[in-house]
C-alpha cells in the first residue's frame, strides 16, 4: 500500500443540522472509510443521526457542481472562475444602474447559517449592494423568535434556550426534536436528554396537531388546532397571573410591563379559548397546575408556533410566561447562553447587530423590513408587479425559495422573468436552474467549521473548530472567497476607477478569511485570552488543541446585566405586540364556535430524520424505504372523502394544487392533513438524479404568500386551508410488472 493511503482519522462537527454531533471520520489515503460519532466530544458524546452519513455522499455527489457554470441557449456550459465574476457583478451593476440599487435582490438560505465564512462575509457583500431588497429563509422559519428577542431583551439573537439538562417540566409546542434534532436549541442526542428530564422525575408534555415521534415519548400529547396556539399560551398566562398571583423571582425589579400583561390575559380563560383550540379546558387548567408547581419547569415552541398567523405573539408569549413564573434565567427554565464568539454582547463589529423594525417597508404589500430584511413572501411579487422599484436581478446564496418559500411556484413564474440571475449553490436545482450563472463553492468537507450561531443556541456553553479534511482542488472556491470577490468587484465598478486601497484591502481579508476573524472573536469573547490572560482563555489555537471540543459550562444566570435595551430592562409588553393583541380577538372571537369552513381541511407540514429541507433528496441512503412525501389524513376524513390508504389524492388551495399519495392514519388530529415540505423534484431542467426519482410535491405550491402572521412578516404555513379530494384515476398499470 503507498504511503498516500495512509489510514488516519479526523474529528469534525456535522454541519447539516442545528444539533452540532461531533464526528469521527476514518480515511484510507482519501477515501472515507467510515463515519461514526466522536465518542470523546463534550457535548454530543457520540451521537449521530443517519444524515452524518451523507456528508460522504454530498461530497462524492457526481450531481454536486465543481466548476462555475453559465446558462446558454444550447444548455449549461463551463466558465472560468474570474469570467464568471466578472459577468456576475457586471451584471448586477448595471441593473443597479440602469433600475436603482434595489432592483437588486439578494435571498440568502439556511445552509448559510451552517457555515462560518458565509456568515463573516456574506454581510460585506449584502452591504455592497446597498439594496433594501434582501431576503432570507428567517422569514419562513424563527424570525418570530427574534422579533420577540428584540422588543423584549434589545437583541434579536437573544433568545431564551430551554434548559433541557436541568427542567422538571417541558411543554414542547410545534416542535418535534425527535425528527429535527432541534432547533433554537442545540441539543445533541435530544432523545437521551428528554428522557433523562423523565427519568429524574419530570414530565413532558406535547401540544401538536399530530401524534409526533416526540409526542410518542411523552407523558401526555394533547392535539391543538394549528394557528390557536396563542390562545392556549393566553390561557396558560391567565391561570398564572389572573387566577394567581405572578411570581418573577429575582428578576421582579427589572420587568417593564407585568401589569400590563396581567390586563391582557385577564379575558382569556381555558373555558374562552377551549372552543378555538379544541384543548379541553381542563387539560389545560391542569398543564398550568403542573408547569407552575415544578422546580423549573420551561416551555419550548418552534416551528409549528412561528409559521403561523400569530408567530411573534407565540414567541413573545412563551417569553413572558417563563419570566412571570420565574422561569426566565433560571435553572430548568428559559436560559441565555454565554458563547466564547459572542455575536450579542462583544465587540460591534464582530457582532450581529441588534435588530430593526419598520424602517422601510416593502413596495407593494407595504410589509415592514426587520434587522434589514424584507418577509420573503413578499419576493415574488415584488419581481412581478411592474413599477418603479421594480426587482430586476436576483443573488441568491444557499437557497432554494422555488421549494421552501410560501407559494413557491409563482416565484418560479417570476424567477423565469428576471433579467439577471446568479446563484452561489453547488447544485442545479429547482431554484438555481432559472440563474443565469451559478457559482459553486466547495463542499463541507473542504472547509473548516466554527458554529457561530448555534454556539449561541445552544443548551450548554462549548466551542468546537473543525479544520477542513479535504483540501480544495485548484477550482475550488469557498463561500466567503466567492462573496469577497464578488463584493469587492462590485465596489470597484461603482468607483469606476482603480484603487490601491480597495485592493489592499481585499488582499488583507483574503488572507485573513474566517479564521483570523474567528481568533480575534474568541480572544475577545467572554471565554477568551482577553479576559483569562493566563493558560485558559480560548483562542484558536487552543480550540486546535482541543479536536473534540471545550466544554465550558452549563448555562448560567445572566440577567440583567445581559439584557440589551437601553434602559437594562424586560420589557413584558413592547407596543407592537400588545398591539397585535386586536388582531388575535378578532380572528377569535370570544364565545363564538370555530367557523365551519365547508369541508375544508387545514394543512401542516411535517419533518422526517432522513430529510434536510430540500437540498438532501440527492442522497439515496437517505431515501430508502416508504415514500414518505405522502398526505397524512384522520381515518375519519378519508371515510367522509373517499380517500383510501395509498391512493393518490389532490389537494387544492387558494394557490395551487398537488397529488401525492395518501396515508390514512390517526396520528393527525380530525379536520387536519400533513404533508413534507421540500419535496417537488419533478421539475424540468434539474442535474439532480436521486431526488427526480423520489419527486413528491411540494406543500408550497400550497401555502399562500398571502397569509401571513403579519406583525413580524413571517410565513404562516401552518393551517393552509386546503380541500382533498380523491384523484381522477391515473392511466393504472393494466397487469403487475413481469
Ligand atoms: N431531519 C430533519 N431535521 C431538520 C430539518 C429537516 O428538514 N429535516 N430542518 C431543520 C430546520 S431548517 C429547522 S428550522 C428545524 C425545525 O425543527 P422543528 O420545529 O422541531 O420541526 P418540525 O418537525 O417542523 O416541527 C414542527 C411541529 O409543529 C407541529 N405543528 C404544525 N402546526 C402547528 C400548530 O399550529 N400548533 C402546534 N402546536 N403545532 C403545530 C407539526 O405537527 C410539527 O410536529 O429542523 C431542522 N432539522
Ligand atoms: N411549507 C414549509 N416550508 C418550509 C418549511 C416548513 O417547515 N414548511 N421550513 C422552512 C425552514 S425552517 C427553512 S430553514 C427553509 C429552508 O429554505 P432554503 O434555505 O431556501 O432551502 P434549503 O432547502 O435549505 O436549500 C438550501 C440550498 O443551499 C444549497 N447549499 C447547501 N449547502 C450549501 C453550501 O455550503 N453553500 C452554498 N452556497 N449552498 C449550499 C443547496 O443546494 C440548496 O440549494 O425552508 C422553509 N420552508
Ligand atoms: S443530528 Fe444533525 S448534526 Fe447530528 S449527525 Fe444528524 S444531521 Fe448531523
Ligand atoms: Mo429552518
Same mark, same amino acid.
Given at each position: 500500500?503507498?504511503?498516500?493511503?495512509?489510514?488516519?482519522?479526523?474529528?469534525r462537527?456535522?454541519?447539516?443540522?442545528e444539533?452540532?454531533?461531533?464526528?469521527?471520520?476514518?480515511?484510507?489515503?482519501?477515501?472515507?472509510?467510515?463515519?461514526r460519532?466522536?465518542?470523546?466530544d463534550?457535548?454530543s458524546?457520540?451521537?449521530?443521526?443517519?444524515k452524518?452519513?451523507?456528508?460522504?455522499?454530498?461530497?462524492?455527489?457526481?450531481?454536486?457542481?465543481?466548476?462555475?457554470m453559465r446558462?446558454?441557449?444550447?444548455?449549461?456550459?463551463?466558465v472560468?472562475?474570474?469570467?464568471?465574476?466578472?459577468?456576475?457583478?457586471?451584471?448586477?451593476?448595471?441593473?443597479?444602474?440602469?433600475?436603482?440599487?434595489?432592483?437588486?435582490a439578494?435571498?440568502?438560505?439556511?445552509?448559510?447559517?451552517?457555515?462560518?465564512?458565509a456568515?463573516?462575509f456574506?454581510p460585506?457583500?449584502?452591504?455592497?449592494?446597498?439594496?433594501?431588497?434582501?431576503?432570507?429563509?428567517?422569514?419562513?422559519?424563527?424570525?418570530?423568535?427574534?422579533f420577540?428577542?428584540?422588543?423584549?431583551?434589545?437583541?434579536?439573537?437573544?433568545v431564551?434556550?430551554?434548559?433541557?439538562d436541568r427542567?422538571?417540566?417541558?411543554?414542547?409546542?410545534?416542535?418535534?426534536?425527535?425528527?429535527?434534532?432541534?432547533?433554537?436549541?442545540?441539543?445533541?442526542?435530544?432523545?437521551?436528554?428528554?428522557?433523562?428530564i423523565?427519568?429524574?422525575?419530570?414530565?413532558?408534555v406535547?401540544?401538536?396537531?399530530?401524534?409526533?415521534?416526540?409526542?410518542?415519548?411523552?407523558?401526555?400529547?394533547?392535539?391543538?388546532?394549528?394557528?390557536?396556539?396563542?390562545?392556549?399560551?393566553l390561557?396558560?398566562?391567565?391561570?398564572?397571573?389572573?387566577?394567581?398571583?405572578?411570581?418573577?423571582?429575582?428578576?421582579?425589579?427589572?420587568?417593564?410591563?407585568?401589569e400590563?400583561v396581567?390586563?391582557?390575559?385577564?379575558?382569556?380563560?381555558?373555558?374562552?379559548?377551549?372552543?378555538?383550540t379544541?384543548?379541553?379546558?381542563?387539560?389545560?387548567?391542569?398543564?398550568?397546575?403542573?408547569?407552575?408547581?415544578?422546580?423549573?419547569?420551561?416551555?419550548?415552541?418552534?416551528?409549528?408556533?412561528?409559521?403561523?398567523?400569530?408567530?411573534?405573539?407565540?414567541?413573545?408569549?412563551?417569553?413572558?410566561?417563563?419570566?412571570?413564573?420565574?422561569?426566565?434565567?433560571?435553572?430548568? @427554565?428559559?436560559?441565555?447562553?454565554?458563547? *466564547?464568539?459572542? $455575536?450579542v454582547?462583544?465587540?460591534? #463589529? %464582530?457582532?450581529?447587530s /441588534?435588530? !430593526?423594525?419598520?424602517?422601510?417597508?416593502?413596495?407593494?404589500?407595504?410589509?415592514?423590513?426587520?434587522?434589514?430584511?424584507?418577509?420573503?413572501?413578499?419576493?415574488?411579487?415584488?419581481?412581478?408587479?411592474?413599477?418603479?422599484?421594480?426587482?430586476?436581478?436576483?443573488?441568491?446564496?444557499?437557497?432554494?425559495?422555488?421549494?421552501?418559500?410560501?407559494?413557491?411556484?409563482?416565484?418560479?413564474?417570476?424567477?423565469?422573468?428576471?433579467?439577471?440571475?446568479?446563484?452561489?449553490?453547488?447544485?442545479l436545482?429547482?431554484?438555481?436552474?432559472?440563474?443565469?450563472?451559478?457559482?459553486?463553492?466547495?463542499?463541507?468537507?473542504?472547509?473548516?467549521?466554527?458554529?457561530?450561531?448555534?454556539h449561541?443556541?445552544a443548551?450548554?456553553?462549548?466551542?468546537?473548530?473543525?479544520?477542513?479534511?479535504?483540501?480544495?482542488?485548484?477550482? @475550488?472556491?469557498?463561500?466567503?472567497?466567492? *462573496?469577497?470577490? $464578488?463584493?469587492?468587484?462590485?465596489? #470597484? %465598478?461603482?468607483?469606476? /476607477?482603480p !484603487?490601491?486601497?480597495?485592493?489592499?484591502?481585499?488582499?488583507?481579508?483574503?488572507?485573513?478569511?474566517?479564521?483570523?476573524?474567528?481568533?480575534?472573536?474568541?480572544?475577545?469573547?467572554?471565554?477568551?485570552?482577553?479576559?483569562?490572560p493566563?493558560?485558559?482563555?480560548?483562542?484558536?489555537?487552543?480550540?486546535?488543541?482541543?479536536?473534540h471540543?471545550?466544554d465550558?459550562?452549563?448555562l448560567?444566570?445572566?440577567?440583567?446585566?445581559?439584557?440589551?435595551?437601553?434602559?437594562?430592562?424586560?420589557?413584558?409588553?413592547?407596543?407592537?405586540?400588545?398591539?397585535?393583541?386586536?388582531?388575535?380577538?378578532e380572528?377569535?372571537?370570544?364565545?363564538?364556535?370555530?367557523?365551519?369552513?365547508?369541508?375544508e381541511?387545514?394543512?401542516?407540514?411535517?419533518?422526517?430524520?432522513?430529510?434536510?429541507?430540500?437540498w438532501?433528496?440527492?442522497?439515496?441512503?437517505?431515501?430508502?424505504?416508504?415514500?414518505?412525501?405522502?398526505?397524512?389524513?384522520?381515518?375519519?376524513?378519508?371515510? /367522509?372523502?373517499?380517500?383510501?390508504?395509498?391512493?393518490?389524492?389532490?389537494i387544492?388551495?387558494r394557490?395551487?394544487?398537488?397529488?401525492?399519495?395518501?396515508?390514512?392514519?390517526?396520528?393527525?388530529?380530525?379536520?387536519?392533513?400533513?404533508?413534507?415540505?421540500?419535496?417537488?423534484?419533478?421539475?424540468?431542467?434539474?442535474?439532480?438524479?436521486?431526488?427526480?426519482?423520489?419527486?413528491?410535491?411540494s406543500?408550497?405550491d400550497?401555502?399562500?404568500?398571502?397569509?401571513?402572521?403579519?406583525?413580524?412578516?413571517?410565513?404562516?404555513?401552518?393551517?393552509?386551508?386546503?380541500?382533498?379530494?380523491?384523484?381522477?384515476?391515473?392511466?393504472?398499470?393494466?397487469?403487475?410488472?413481469?
Open positions: 500500500m503507498s504511503a498516500s493511503a495512509e489510514s488516519r482519522v479526523h474529528f462537527t456535522c454541519n447539516l443540522c444539533a452540532m454531533c461531533g464526528l469521527r471520520i476514518e480515511l484510507q489515503g482519501h477515501r472515507i472509510t467510515s463515519i460519532g466522536d465518542e470523546e463534550p457535548f458524546r457520540g451521537h449521530i443521526c443517519p452524518a452519513l451523507a456528508l460522504q455522499d454530498l461530497h462524492e455527489d457526481p450531481d454536486r457542481l465543481r466548476h462555475p446558462r446558454t441557449a444550447s444548455g449549461w456550459e463551463q472560468s472562475w474570474d469570467d464568471a465574476l466578472d459577468e456576475a457583478a457586471r451584471r448586477l451593476h448595471a441593473a443597479q444602474r440602469e433600475h436603482g440599487r434595489d432592483s437588486v439578494v435571498y440568502l438560505g439556511n445552509p448559510n447559517v451552517h457555515n462560518v465564512g456568515l463573516m456574506a460585506g457583500l449584502l452591504r455592497s449592494l446597498r439594496s433594501r431588497n434582501r431576503y432570507s429563509a428567517t422569514s419562513v422559519d424563527q424570525l418570530p423568535h427574534q420577540a428577542a428584540y422588543f423584549m431583551f434589545g437583541h434579536q439573537l437573544l431564551p434556550i430551554p434548559d433541557i427542567t422538571r417540566y417541558m411543554l414542547v409546542l410545534g416542535a418535534n426534536p425527535l425528527a429535527s434534532n432541534g432547533s433554537m436549541m442545540t441539543a445533541p442526542d435530544v432523545r437521551a436528554r428528554l428522557r433523562a423523565q427519568q429524574r422525575g419530570g414530565r413532558i406535547v401540544i401538536d396537531p399530530r401524534r409526533t415521534e416526540t409526542a410518542r415519548i411523552a407523558d401526555t400529547h394533547v392535539f391543538i388546532r394549528p394557528g390557536t396556539d396563542a390562545l392556549a399560551l390561557a396558560l398566562l391567565h391561570v398564572a397571573v389572573v387566577e394567581g398571583t405572578p411570581r418573577p423571582g429575582p428578576l421582579a425589579s427589572h420587568l417593564e410591563g407585568l400590563a396581567r390586563e391582557l390575559a385577564r379575558d382569556f380563560t381555558p373555558e374562552r379559548v377551549a372552543p378555538h379544541g384543548v379541553p379546558a381542563d387539560v389545560l387548567r391542569g398543564i398550568a397546575r403542573d408547569f407552575l408547581a415544578a422546580e423549573g419547569a420551561v416551555c419550548y415552541g418552534r416551528m409549528g408556533l412561528s409559521t403561523q398567523p400569530f408567530g411573534a405573539l407565540c414567541q413573545w408569549l412563551i417569553n413572558v410566561l417563563h419570566a412571570v413564573t420565574g422561569n426566565l434565567d433560571r435553572e430548568g @427554565g428559559a436560559m441565555f447562553t454565554r458563547p *466564547a464568539f459572542d $455575536l454582547g462583544g465587540p460591534r #463589529a %464582530l457582532g450581529l /441588534r435588530g !430593526s423594525f419598520g424602517r422601510w417597508k416593502s413596495r407593494v404589500r407595504g410589509l415592514p423590513e426587520f434587522a434589514g430584511e424584507l418577509p420573503v413572501a413578499a419576493l415574488a411579487e415584488e419581481i412581478l408587479t411592474p413599477g418603479e422599484g421594480r426587482i430586476r436581478a436576483l443573488l441568491t446564496m444557499a437557497g432554494n425559495p422555488v421549494l421552501s418559500t410560501p407559494n413557491g411556484s409563482q416565484l418560479e413564474r417570476a424567477l423565469g422573468g428576471l433579467d439577471f440571475m446568479v446563484s452561489i449553490d453547488p447544485y436545482n429547482e431554484t438555481t436552474r432559472h440563474a443565469h450563472l451559478i457559482l459553486p463553492p466547495v463542499s463541507p468537507l473542504e472547509r473548516s467549521h466554527y458554529d457561530l450561531v448555534f449561541a443556541l443548551v450548554r456553553n462549548t466551542a468546537k473548530y473543525s479544520p477542513a479534511l479535504f483540501e480544495p482542488g485548484p477550482d @475550488g472556491r469557498h463561500d466567503w472567497q466567492i *462573496a469577497l470577490a $464578488l463584493q469587492h468587484r462590485l465596489e #470597484a %465598478l461603482r468607483r469606476g /476607477r !484603487s490601491v486601497r480597495a485592493m489592499l484591502k481585499y488582499q488583507a481579508l483574503s488572507r485573513m478569511g474566517p479564521e483570523r476573524i474567528l481568533d480575534i472573536g474568541l480572544r475577545m469573547g467572554p471565554h477568551g485570552a482577553r479576559f483569562h493566563l493558560k485558559h482563555g480560548l483562542t484558536l489555537a487552543k480550540l486546535r488543541e482541543s479536536p471540543g471545550v465550558l459550562g452549563p448560567e444566570p445572566c440577567l440583567p446585566q445581559r439584557l440589551q435595551t437601553k434602559d437594562r430592562r424586560i420589557h413584558l409588553a413592547p407596543e407592537p405586540l400588545v398591539a397585535d393583541m386586536k388582531r388575535l380577538r380572528r377569535f372571537p370570544d364565545g363564538a364556535a370555530p367557523e365551519a369552513r365547508g369541508g381541511l387545514l394543512l401542516i407540514g411535517r419533518r422526517h430524520l432522513r430529510d434536510n429541507n430540500s438532501m433528496h440527492n442522497v439515496s441512503g437517505l431515501l430508502k424505504g416508504k415514500p414518505r412525501c405522502t398526505l397524512m389524513v384522520h381515518p375519519e376524513d378519508a371515510a /367522509r372523502l373517499g380517500l383510501a390508504d395509498g391512493a393518490d389524492a389532490t387544492t388551495s394557490v395551487g394544487e398537488v397529488t401525492v399519495p395518501v396515508s390514512v392514519t390517526e396520528d393527525v388530529m380530525p379536520g387536519v392533513v400533513s404533508l413534507p415540505h421540500g419535496y417537488g423534484h419533478g421539475r424540468q431542467g434539474t442535474r439532480l438524479k436521486v431526488a427526480t426519482e423520489h419527486a413528491g410535491a406543500i408550497n400550497l401555502t399562500d404568500d398571502h397569509v401571513l402572521d403579519t406583525l413580524s412578516g413571517n410565513a404562516a404555513f401552518s393551517g393552509t386551508p386546503v380541500r382533498v379530494r380523491r384523484a381522477e384515476a391515473r392511466a393504472a398499470p393494466a397487469t403487475p410488472a413481469a
